[in-house]
């Protein structure tokens, strides 16, 4: 077994250390030359999280599902980027054997804020390296903290739209004039869609151009689980929308990436640097689901109306909007109750 060239680190005397190491591993029935060889054979976290993806994802879960596990390895810089970036780019050129408890928790911890993303990445960063073969004791998510998810329904106010509206605006604007804080028609096109179809940021970066029916005013997402496409319908807005956004050839996705053939992929950053200019800081790309779906309920439209619109597989899902569905009925209930109330000529205490 070759320790190594001549020179440092290996003088004679450090050679000589590592010589007697190795006459000790031999001694105890471990074959150093075997070890190092088998491990020339181990997987970093990039190429086991894309093979993961390719053997294990592909096969068995919803393209929606997928797409999701490839934004966020993406955004992550663990795979599918030429050029990682973020904190994950370390851990993800380590070999799978070799990343530590301590390494994830220290990646998981630094996304304590967002906990269900905190979460996410956990649950993506667990299932691969099971399947990388490090299962039980030895996945180093076993052990990490995970998060309380805090839900909440933040849906944006007219007064907040409008300002939305005029940060995207001004972006625009600063692109077409190549002025600093500009933002791509891409990306000003996509916040724009997500608002006006009600769509999950996931589904809506991943689209293809084929997907879109612009007669039908339809866009048909591929559900090869459920049996039958999930349909979003377009109005006139986001038609003009579609229409706007730059094509490019040999590129099938609606909203086209920075890479040759590739959709676009972080909508994040833009995102906060739009929504700071629009003073909404606490605002989600998934709010703006929220907000299309909170509209359709105050417009007093039925829940499987709105969970349709969605595209909701379980009723259930559909009840947290409930009592926006049920405001307008607020004022009606009440000025029939003061009707009532005068008939008795009763009123109530301090009126």
């Keep these: 077994m070759v320790i190594g060239e001549h020179g440092q680190p290996w003088t004679a005397d450090?050679?000589?250390?590592?010589?007697?190491?190795l006459q000790g591993l031999v001694a105890s029935g471990i074959d150093p030359a075997a070890t190092r060889e088998a491990a020339r054979g181990v997987p970093t976290l990039e190429v086991a999280a894309t093979r993961w993806i390719r053997e294990h994802a592909e096969p068995h879960k919803a393209p929606a599902s997928i797409d999701g596990d490839k934004l966020m390895l993406a955004r992550f810089g663990i795979a599918f980027v030429d050029r990682p970036r973020g904190e994950l780019k370390d851990l993800g050129r380590t070999r799978v054997d070799a990343v530590t408890r301590e390494q994830v928790a220290a990646v998981i911890g630094r996304h304590k804020g967002t906990p269900i993303q905190a979460n996410r990445l956990h649950a993506l960063l667990s299932a691969i390296f099971n399947w990388a073969g490090r299962v039980g004791a030895?996945?180093?998510c076993r052990g990490v903290r995970r998060y309380r998810e805090n839900?909440?329904?933040?849906?944006?106010?007219d007064v907040e739209l409008a300002r939305l509206g005029k940060a995207l605006l001004e972006v625009e604007r600063l692109n077409e004039h190549r002025k600093p804080g500009g933002e791509s028609p891409i990306t000003v096109g996509a916040i724009r869609l997500l608002l006006l179809s009600g769509a999950r940021p996931a589904e809506l970066?991943?689209?293809?151009?084929?997907?879109v029916d612009l007669k039908a005013?339809?866009?048909?997402?591929?559900q090869p689980k459920e049996g039958r496409p999930k349909v979003l319908r377009l109005i006139p807005e986001s038609k003009l929308v579609i229409m706007s956004l730059p094509r490019y050839k040999d590129n099938p996705y609606?909203?086209?990436g920075h890479r040759r053939g590739q959709h676009l992929v972080n909508l994040h950053d833009a995102w906060d640097r739009i929504r700071a200019r629009a003073g909404l800081q606490d605002v989600r790309l998934y709010d703006l689901r929220h907000t299309y779906a909170s509209?359709?309920?105050r417009m007093r439209e039925s829940l499987p109306i709105i969970g349709a619109l969605l595209g909701h597989r379980r009723p259930e899902t559909t009840l947290r909007y409930v009592h926006l569905a049920d405001d307008p009925l607020r004022g009606v209930a009440e000025r029939a109750g003061r009707k009532i109330a005068a008939a008795l000529r009763w009123k109530p205490p301090g009126a």
């Design 151 to 157: 839900k909440r329904d933040r849906f944006l106010s």
């Design 217 to 222: 005013m339809t866009l048909r997402i591929p």
């Design 295 to 297: 509209i359709v309920a």
């Design 205 to 211: 970066l991943t689209a293809r151009l084929a997907w």
């Design 138 to 140: 030895d996945n180093p």
């Design 254 to 256: 609606l909203l086209p």
């Design 14 to 21: 450090t050679a000589r250390d590592r010589a007697h190491q």
